[in-house]
């Protein structure tokens, strides 16, 4: 290419990013920033004097110090135990495999007060494991496994069906054992995906919040943890703005560090639109260890939520229906509406959320694969900040931010919003790896006969990559339905979601309305195995083989 | 949007009433805001960054319908009522008023009674609503001192007892106790009687048998705490940063939340778990009856009538409203018959007017606590985060 033409695509491909960072800066940056700049503009003295105190501070540094220690734990305890189900799903074809990859998302949308609730009965001295596990770093461990288990298996066995078999044959036919030509051949390949789920479930569990305060007890403090407290509580604005800013600065240092290992690591490999390599187990030892690790999955996961399914069918120590009649009146009191049209707000929430971070986030991402430049990098890290940035500090960000021009503060376009904020950065990590994985010589070849730009994404990309968008578009939708802002943001409270219904149903004693709780909470279960379901079913683009 | 506010226009309206409101309410206004006026901006000054956001925000936003309806201060307006995220009352009630003063109310919540008040701090100047209901007793110190409220006395005061005022800012609309509860039949099988004072709780029956809630992060741990306070005070021979010692020896139980608490550490009622002592509300025994379907004959727990700890929910109008006269008729509305007898079946607090009639069930099953503890709000204010940060010190060494 001539230096022109390179300078025009340059160009060109900046334009992607433009979308992305408007919607960035509208919505994260000024927000965040204003909310920073309120708190540090509020400490007596200098803003230096702010981050003397804080460093001072004991708790604080004790907090910091845990943050960073569990997400690490968690996310390599999680990357240890998902593994090998991401690779029996990438690899291997199985009675009820799709209904099984729909399923393991709904851990991650379950409201935390719900899911507690269900691992102190499992992890209490009457539980299964017959040890009391409650209030030990143990719960905090296991159960952000539990919610992320599904970021790595999808991620990850995505990556893997799209591998060209070709590769790994060529490495056995020279001689290579089984093991080695994973660990040498397939492993590298896909460990752009590695690192990208992998750096999801740090930052989901390095803001964990709901998990940490109701599991952990009290020894256990977080960041997240005492900016809200901060925050809401304490109205100390300027603590809050310094341990915000430490927060910020740890994900981004974390971030950049990972996206170093990936620019070493990224090669163009050719990868297929037709997961070809996936089929049926053939011996009988890799039928054993299929079934091993679906069951080890289905135990895993179906446990804790099976205790509340049971629980939602128990009405008067009976069992029945009831729990689930009673959601269509407005009886008892706990909400304005009748608890069963939350379902119906969670969805009108969740579609536009899903649209918003899935155009917004391919835009980011087709720039970030065309492009690697520094600015890139910097691009890729913003982009991700959302997610490691505590729901509070969004929330409050907003509602001193977004007054005007429109006073966005109680409208409700501002959930789809903010949920979007927080689905991008899925939506970006796990279809950047893959966009960048195709070949530009594809693109190229077709540029050169004629096809131009819009056809060669149609053509080219699209296919590749449609597996891909219906993996992101399904955690995007995900996130919506499970999202629980309602600690940050002003919040309508004749319009509840599925998750602000059954807090607020929590929120009065009673038998009545903790077994409607149960189950609203298992209708949320259903709808989000159901919804991510028909979304992979969904592919975008045509199915060709290259 | 237009078609609702048509509607709302169309609608008879008492005019004399809010005439006379109004004239009341627009005096006091115009010195609230000259006073006002001089006190912290909450925003710095936009830069032209800040501006080139502002207007990204605008572009991004174009979709957003804004829903603005009349601005005319005498006729039909939409009154935006901020609360915390407990509040609840009967269909019918808030339309009720609506119908009769062709108003409309936009109700909003804005988390815990704690968030509630730091969000419209933040938000002084352009507040986020009109009135603001559900300040409590905790945080009302600081919603005084940060001058969130005008001034607004309301002709429903006189039926609200004295001793539930203590600002003419703001106007008293509910009040309830947090409590110990107990379970009636764990307690009986561990042949232990129910603790009849605060003190009784550091004695070794109850070792290991009291789950309380974290003052840093639940309300009514919070309550619980000033409860303490007030009880043994911070001075003489016993002070309440010694009661906590002693619990802590004797095996108290600490959760985030009163969810974790009542459902999962309570053995009592709903609960799930082996703790026979929580601290909760005076009005958690009703509702486990009227929450159960069937309605057991008796509540399977109680509540320890000493040493509670008192709470009054205030509401208020938040200043930089526009729609002032309006939300003062709302107020007037909270305090009357037919919002107040609503109250109690729904939020499980006692009506602050007391000429409101108290449902049967509720006076059945409700235990009236005696002598309730309570604290001067700008002391609470003074002092609150001090006494969290030492109990933090005392129970998490």
Same mark, same amino acid.
């Given at each position: ?8 695509? &340059? ?30 503009? &509020? ?90 596990? @409650? ?8 159960? !952000? ?19 060209? %078999? ?144 049971? @629980? ?48 917004? #986030? ?56 903010? !949920? ?105 279960? +259903? ?20 | ?35 006002? !006026? %001089? ?44 609360? !915390? ?7 019918? +009630? ?15 919540? #804005? ?107 639940? &309300? ?14 911070? $001075? ?35 609960? &799930? ?24 004959? $008796? ?99």
């Amino acid at each position: 290419m001539d230096p022109d033409r390179a300078a025009v695509t &340059s160009r060109r491909n900046l334009l992607l990013a433009v979308p992305p960072a408007l919607f960035l800066g509208a919505f994260f940056v000024y927000p965040v920033a204003s909310i920073l700049a309120l708190g540090l503009g &509020s400490a007596e003295g200098p803003g230096a004097s702010a981050f003397g105190d804080a460093i001072a501070n004991g708790p604080l540094l004790r907090a910091a110090w845990f943050t960073t220690w569990q997400a690490t734990v968690s996310t390599l305890l999680t990357l240890i135990v998902a593994f090998p189900a991401a690779v029996v799903f990438g690899r291997y074809d199985f009675p009820g495999k799709a209904a099984l990859r729909a399923a393991i998302t709904v851990p991650f949308v379950m409201p935390t007060v719900v899911v507690a609730s269900a691992f102190l009965t499992l992890l209490g001295p009457g539980g299964p494991l017959g040890v009391d596990l @409650r209030r030990s770093v143990w719960a905090i461990l296991i159960a !952000h496994v539990f919610y992320n288990y599904a970021v790595i298996v999808r991620s990850v066995s995505s990556a893997l069906e799209n591998l060209d %078999p070709s590769l790994e044959d060529a490495a056995r036919t020279l001689g290579a054992t089984r093991l080695a030509a994973f660990r040498r051949i397939t492993l590298p390949v896909i460990m752009p995906s590695v690192v990208a789920a992998a750096s999801l479930v740090f930052l989901f569990t390095f803001t964990s919040f709901g998990v940490v305060l109701i599991l952990g007890g009290l020894e256990f403090s977080t960041l997240e943890v005492a900016i809200w407290r901060a925050t809401t509580q304490r109205l100390d604005l300027a603590l809050a703005a310094v341990i915000a800013i430490v927060q910020l600065v740890g994900v981004s240092t974390i971030l950049v560090l990972l996206s170093r290992t990936q620019r070493v690591r990224r090669t163009e490999v050719p990868l297929v639109a037709s997961p070809s390599r996936v089929r049926r187990p053939a011996t009988t030892g890799e039928r054993w260890t299929v079934a091993g690790v679906v069951g080890a999955t289905i135990l895993f996961l179906g446990v804790p939520l099976a205790v509340l399914v049971v @629980r939602s069918l128990s009405f008067g120590g009976r069992f029945s229906l009831q729990n689930y009649g009673e959601l269509a009146t407005r009886d008892p009191r706990g909400l304005f509406v009748p608890p069963a049209e939350s379902i119906g707000n969670s969805l009108s929430f969740a579609i536009p959320a899903t649209i918003l971070a899935v155009g917004i #986030g391919l835009f980011a991402a087709a720039y970030l694969s065309r492009e690697s430049r520094r600015l890139a990098e910097a691009f890729d890290t913003l982009l991700m900040l959302p997610l490691g940035t505590s729901a509070v500090t969004i929330g409050f960000g907003f509602l001193v931010a977004l007054d005007q021009p429109v006073d966005l503060r109680a409208n409700p376009a501002i959930i789809p919003i903010a !949920h979007a904020l927080v689905a991008i950065p899925i939506v970006v990590r796990v279809t950047t790896p893959v966009m960048r994985s195709i070949r530009t010589r594809l693109r190229e070849a077709a540029s050169v006969l004629g096809a131009p730009p819009r056809s060669v994404w149609r053509l080219i990309d699209l296919p590749i990559i449609g597996r891909a968008i219906a993996v992101a578009a399904g955690f995007a939708f995900a996130v919506s339905l499970g999202e629980f802002g309602a600690s940050s943001f002003i919040v309508r409270p004749d319009r509840p979601t599925l998750p602000t219904a059954i807090f607020r149903l929590l929120g009065f004693p009673g038998d009545a309305t903790y077994g409607q709780a149960m189950a609203l909470a298992t209708i949320l279960m +259903v709808l989000t195995g159901v919804a991510v379901m028909a979304i992979d079913r969904f592919r975008l683009g045509v199915q060709a083989d290259f | 949007m237009n078609a609702m506010c048509d509607d709302v226009a169309d609608e008879k309206r008492s005019p004399a009433r809010r005439d006379a409101l109004s004239d009341v309410t627009a005096g006091t206004r115009d010195t609230v805001r000259s006073r006002q !006026h %001089p006190t912290v901006a909450p925003y710095p000054r936009p830069s032209t960054s800040q501006r080139a956001a502002r207007l990204l925000a605008l572009a991004v936003s174009v979709f957003v319908v804004a829903a603005a309806c009349s601005t005319d201060p005498n006729g039909p307006q939409t009154i935006r009522l901020v609360t !915390h995220d407990s509040f609840l009352i009967s269909d019918g +009630v808030l339309e009720a008023f609506e119908t009769a003063s062709g108003h409309r109310v936009e109700r909003l919540t #804005g988390g815990d009674a704690g968030t509630m008040v730091n969000q419209a701090v933040l938000t002084k100047g352009n507040p986020i609503g009109d009135v603001m209901f559900g300040v409590d007793t905790t945080f009302l110190g600081r919603a005084l001192d940060e001058g969130l409220f005008e001034p607004y006395e309301s002709s429903g005061l006189d039926a609200v007892p004295d001793a539930l005022e203590v600002s003419d800012l703001v106007t008293p609309i509910d009040f309830g106790d947090v409590c110990l509860n107990y379970d009636i039949a764990g307690l009986a099988e561990s042949g232990i009687a129910p603790p009849s004072q605060l003190a009784d709780l550091t004695e070794p029956p109850y070792s290991g048998r009291l789950v309380v809630e974290n003052p840093a992060t639940s &309300s009514p741990g919070l309550a619980f705490l000033l409860a303490t306070v007030a009880a043994f005070g911070e $001075e003489g021979a016993y002070t309440w940063q010694e009661f906590w010692t002693d619990l802590v020896g004797n095996d108290v139980i600490v959760t985030s939340g009163w969810e974790e608490a009542y459902y999962g550490e309570f053995s009592g009622g709903a609960g &799930s778990g082996s703790i026979p002592i929580v601290v909760s509300y005076a009005s958690s025994p009703p509702a486990e009856i009227i929450f159960a379907d069937p309605r057991p004959a $008796e509540a399977p727990t109680a509540v320890v009538t000493s040493g509670c700890f008192r709470q009054v929910e205030f509401a208020g109008i938040l200043a930089g409203t526009e729609v002032a006269p309006a939300a003062g008729e709302l107020i007037d509305f909270m305090l009357s018959l037919e919002f107040q007898e609503d109250i109690p079946l729904n939020m499980f607090v006692f009506p602050a007017n007391q000429d409101a009639a108290l449902p049967p069930e509720f006076i059945e099953f409700t235990q009236v606590p005696e002598q309730p503890l309570t604290l001067d709000p700008r002391v609470i204010n003074e002092n609150r985060d001090r006494w969290i940060d030492e109990w933090t010190q005392i129970v998490l060494p």
